[in-house]
């Protein structure tokens, strides 16, 4: 560990400045804000001599541009145009989406004024409103070979290229298990709900009595928890949208819906040995990646944006951290029980309404050359800090937690299921899961607020 650069007296006292900085952030909301365009990122260095692209000659002077609805990188995306223009004489204009703006009602304005951007990245919803009016189809392009399991299709096509991939799940610190119990620790030997409840009560008979992490945010309930009830259906997209569609007509009793009684199993557990059991509504963001850094906790659901809080807290990409799924039953063969949700949290739609075609192949030039190049294989890993979704690309993420979902995507070990929500979702129905964590509510209250939500829904 590191000299911790944030004290818990430092993150009781800055409180309330850090809460009002909570902003939303790519597929899911993050608490403090990893698109923030100020943070500094390290500089890696990048090994170009070694470059057996080929270039499209006669591509050379074309000039294109890029919506960017992923502020943190800006910068890495600037460097990645510039060396793409210094070697295929493409220009590219990467264009931030300005504080304010949603991805999707500035690239819609600008469509609506004659000027879309020829490449824009948006989230996924964001892709499948605009992908068969607006987009590109680019479901023949070779790189769809190297991500088949995070391509998006829209009715059979695909109209998108998944940027990058973020996953969530249980983040465990190992050393600190370790340390606790007194034995090593290996995460793959935990494989079921008891399995997970049995370590629960080992760490708490070994003096770490509460050691759960759970956040209180309505992101974080209404979303990356509550969205489990749809995402693991059968763990696909199709599968979460048909969950969804049978709440809404009513003919899915989420009374008698195992997923929805196995959700809160987990939950249940979650929130017994919650660190903040005596206050959960009370409990402070920053605050718990110190307790994980610290190892006053050893569990904290949170996804791989959470890395940022755990270094500034003192971790460091030496120390194993890494994430355990989201049990939520006793079988084994339950792929909820083996794998984490990963999925592309970003999209790059190509306009297939005004762009040129030679606009259109640069822009799959550039495409192309982030998946097949040496240099940009480096620059999405190493600039970008983003972890790829494509097989092919040997580079692994710097830090620990996206470390851990890149092997896992590499081992087979996550499934890629993103529920399309409306925007309020998150925060109607987080704040259903509010009340039934601090124990205002029951289960019968909170699925009949799932059942009001998605019957307002018609």
Not at 55 to 62: E, H, I, M, P, V
Request: aromatic share 10%; glycine share 6%; charged share 25%.
């Amino acid at each position: 560990m590191k000299k911790k650069v944030v004290t818990r007296v430092m993150a009781s006292a800055l409180a309330a400045v850090l809460g009002a900085a909570t902003l939303t952030g790519c597929t899911f909301g993050f608490a403090s804000d990893p698109d923030d365009p100020n943070e500094t990122q390290k500089e890696v260095p990048i090994d170009t001599s070694t470059d057996t692209f080929q270039y499209d000659s006669s591509l050379d002077g074309t000039k294109i541009t890029l919506l960017n609805s992923k502020a943190e990188i800006q910068t890495a995306l600037e460097k990645m145009a510039a060396q793409f223009e210094e070697k295929a004489g493409v220009h590219i204009e990467v264009m931030p989406v300005t504080d304010g703006d949603s991805p999707y009602t500035k690239v819609v304005s600008m469509y609506n004024s004659g000027t879309p951007p020829t490449m824009a990245i948006l989230d996924t919803t964001d892709v499948i409103a605009l992908a068969e009016e607006k987009a590109l189809d680019l479901s023949s392009e070779k790189w769809i070979s190297e991500a088949e399991d995070y391509v998006t299709k829209v009715n059979g096509k695909v109209y998108s290229f998944p940027l990058c991939i973020e996953g969530r799940g249980i983040i465990y610190n190992k050393s600190v298990i370790e340390k606790t119990l007194g034995r090593e620790f290996d995460p793959d030997s935990i494989t079921t709900l008891d399995d997970f409840k049995a370590l629960l009560k080992e760490l708490a008979d070994a003096g770490m009595e509460r050691p759960v992490s759970m956040a209180k945010e309505d992101w974080s309930l209404g979303a990356h928890q509550l969205q489990y009830i749809y995402e693991t259906e059968d763990g696909t997209s199709a599968g979460a949208q048909k969950v969804i569609e049978e709440i809404k007509d009513g003919s899915l009793d989420l009374t008698k819906y195992n997923r929805m009684s196995q959700f809160l199993d987990m939950f249940d557990v979650l929130k017994e040995y919650n660190v903040a059991k005596a206050d959960p509504l009370g409990a402070d963001y920053d605050e718990m990646a110190i307790d994980l850094a610290d190892g006053k906790t050893a569990f904290w659901f949170n996804g791989n944006w959470a890395w940022p809080n755990l270094e500034e807290a003192g971790a460091e990409e030496t120390d194993e951290y890494g994430f355990l799924p989201y049990f939520m039953n006793n079988d084994k063969n339950d792929f909820v029980n083996s794998k984490i949700q990963a999925s592309p949290s970003k999209q790059v739609m190509i306009d297939g309404q005004i762009a040129s075609e030679k606009e259109q192949a640069a822009a799959k030039e550039f495409l192309n050359w982030i998946v097949y190049s040496e240099i940009g294989q480096q620059m999405i890993v190493k600039t970008s800090s983003l972890i790829p979704p494509f097989q092919n690309n040997p580079y692994e993420p710097a830090d620990p937690l996206s470390r851990d979902i890149y092997q896992k995507a590499h081992d087979g070990k996550t499934f890629n299921s993103s529920a399309i929500v409306p925007n309020d979702h998150w925060s109607v129905l987080g704040a259903a899961m509010q009340k039934y964590l601090a124990g205002r509510s029951d289960r019968e209250e909170l699925i009949k607020s799932i059942d009001k939500y998605w019957a307002d829904q018609k």
